[in-house]
């Protein structure tokens, strides 16, 4: 499951992006990178935290207590491998990738209802406009 961010658009923003100073590039793409570190930190605090209100099951080896999340809830986490996959990326400028290449990844989030993708990229849509109108304000 990826999560990929890039400043695109109608051909005049492009232009425009184009013929900008090199500090308005710098700071968009400061922007768009602090965005996806963001997005990291964000989907990890999700599963990290909960809440969880599903199943509560007991498990061994090792010997543990697991509460599952609900539907609807981010997915609990039980041994840190889903929490730990979540990855960033820089792989152009102005472009931040989030990721995970867990087979179960995607299956949590669409088909058994476990958002944590969605729900993150969501929440932080406004805060990346809001860094994009900063970085480019007047410039355009």
Request: glycine share 6%; hydrophobic share 40%.
């Amino acid at each position: 499951m990826t999560a990929t961010f890039s400043i695109q658009g109608s051909a005049e923003l492009q232009k425009a992006l184009d013929q900008v100073s090199i500090e308005v590039q710098a700071k968009v793409n400061k922007a768009v990178r602090g965005t996806g570190l963001e997005l990291r930190r964000n989907i990890k605090k999700a599963i990290s935290s909960g809440p969880a209100s599903g199943v509560t099951y007991k498990k061994y080896s090792p010997r543990r207590t697991h509460t599952a999340s609900a539907e609807g809830e981010a997915p609990m986490s039980d041994t840190g491998r889903l929490v730990n996959s979540i990855l960033f990326d820089q792989p152009a400028p102005m472009t931040a990738t989030v990721s995970s290449d867990l087979n179960y990844a995607a299956l949590l989030e669409f088909t058994l209802n476990r958002p944590y993708f969605r729900t993150s990229i969501e929440n932080i849509a406004p805060k990346f406009n809001a860094r994009l109108e900063r970085a480019i304000k007047g410039v355009l």
